[in-house]
């Protein structure tokens, strides 16, 4: 029951969070440019959850590890982050969406090739199944690339990277210290950034700080942290799996909270989605046979 809660209702969860703050993001952008954003969420986030690790006695561990986790999992996130702002403002939300969700198929591609790590067939077919659900429920009308969505494949690239840094060193530091950390080092640089390059007014928070407080203390402290909890001791491609569901939940967001209404394109780009879900979570025919 404990590994189920960890490595499966977790990443569900996170994925509900990140689905529901799309709206709070797009709102937070009208408002403010992206650095200063991904500035205030990571710093806020650091803050919160150092103050988490002090009140709970969290050992974090390794100081080494924890600088080495901190600086590739939070470089990582900075550039996704970023990347990501960009490429929302320049092309459709639905099809920033797909794309960004392709780390669903880099994850397993980067786990084969650099950690020689074994992926079944299974697990293949899953997230190829994963991919056709989101494209269905993600895009319409003409496919065509810009420089806009090349940032989103950076994006979708950078994120793969920061799951798999999150997999590399989830064994060895506490998941809130990881997080904490990750989060210290996409604030200092999105705030290094956002004074270099951008022009923020201080009344311009002002206009959206219920929607940064909520993407910053949700989005960022709590989904980050439960993906990280997650990916302790699971599969990360499992975990990217369960996660990708963001794109399903934002979906079902709007026809609860906007009164939106499903198609008949996404809804069965749902379906495959769902399908693609199961079929990645059942056992290994040698797992059952172990049981027996």
Same mark, same amino acid.
């Given at each position: 029951?404990?590994?189920?809660?960890?490595?499966?209702?977790?990443?569900?969860?996170?994925?509900?969070?990140?689905?529901?703050?799309?709206?709070?993001?797009?709102?937070?952008?009208?408002?403010?440019?992206?650095?200063?954003?991904?500035?205030?969420?990571?710093?806020?986030?650091?803050?919160?959850?150092?103050?988490?690790?002090?009140?709970?006695?969290?050992?974090?561990?390794?100081?080494?590890?924890?600088?080495?986790?901190?600086?590739?999992?939070?470089?990582?996130?900075?550039?996704?982050?970023?990347?990501?702002?960009?490429?929302?403002?320049?092309?459709?939300?639905?099809?920033?969406?797909?794309?960004?969700?392709?780390?669903?198929?880099?994850?397993?591609?980067?786990?084969?090739?650099?950690?020689?790590?074994?992926?079944?067939?299974?697990?293949?077919?899953?997230?190829?199944?994963?991919?056709?659900?989101?494209?269905?429920?993600?895009?319409?009308?003409?496919?065509?690339?810009?420089?806009?969505?090349?940032? =989103?494949?950076? #994006?979708?690239? /950078?994120? *793969?990277?920061? !799951? %798999?840094?999150?997999?590399?060193?989830?064994?060895?530091? $506490?998941?809130?210290?990881?997080?904490?950390?990750?989060?210290?080092?996409?604030?200092?640089?999105?705030?290094?950034?956002?004074?270099?390059?951008?022009?923020?007014?201080?009344?311009?928070?002002?206009?959206?700080?219920?929607?940064?407080?909520?993407?910053?203390?949700?989005?960022?402290?709590?989904?980050?942290?439960?993906?990280?909890?997650?990916?302790?001791?699971?599969?990360?491609?499992?975990?990217?799996?369960?996660?990708?569901?963001?794109?399903?939940?934002?979906?079902?967001?709007?026809?609860?909270?906007?009164?939106?209404?499903?198609?008949?394109?996404? =809804?069965?780009? #749902?379906?495959? /989605?769902? *399908?693609?879900? !199961? %079929?990645?979570?059942?056992?290994?025919?040698?797992?059952? $046979?172990?049981?027996?």
């Amino acid at each position: 029951m404990k590994h189920f809660v960890q490595h499966t209702l977790f990443p569900i969860l996170a994925a509900v969070i990140w689905g529901t703050a799309f709206s709070a993001q797009s709102v937070c952008s009208r408002y403010l440019p992206a650095f200063a954003v991904n500035a205030f969420r990571g710093l806020l986030s650091f803050a919160v959850l150092s103050l988490a690790c002090v009140l709970l006695h969290i050992k974090a561990g390794n100081r080494k590890d924890l600088i080495r986790a901190s600086l590739l999992c939070g470089t990582a996130l900075f550039l996704a982050t970023n990347a990501q702002q960009f490429g929302i403002g320049e092309t459709s939300a639905g099809k920033s969406g797909f794309i960004t969700a392709l780390y669903i198929v880099l994850v397993p591609l980067f786990s084969t090739v650099f950690l020689k790590k074994r992926i079944s067939g299974r697990i293949w077919v899953a997230v190829v199944i994963a991919v056709a659900g989101l494209f269905f429920l993600c895009v319409s009308g003409d496919f065509s690339v810009g420089i806009a969505d090349l940032a =989103l494949l950076f #994006c979708a690239v /950078m994120f *793969a990277v920061q !799951i %798999l840094g999150v997999d590399s060193f989830s064994e060895k530091i $506490h998941p809130v210290a990881l997080s904490a950390g990750q989060f210290l080092i996409n604030g200092l640089l999105s705030l290094i950034c956002s004074l270099v390059f951008e022009s923020v007014s201080i009344q311009a928070f002002s206009f959206c700080i219920w929607q940064l407080l909520y993407v910053a203390l949700f989005s960022s402290c709590v989904a980050y942290t439960l993906q990280i909890f997650a990916q302790k001791g699971g599969n990360a491609t499992i975990v990217t799996l369960l996660l990708s569901l963001e794109s399903v939940f934002a979906l079902l967001g709007g026809m609860v909270l906007l009164g939106e209404k499903l198609s008949g394109r996404e =809804l069965f780009g #749902c379906l495959l /989605m769902t *399908a693609a879900i !199961i %079929l990645a979570q059942l056992p290994e025919k040698s797992a059952v $046979h172990a049981e027996s």
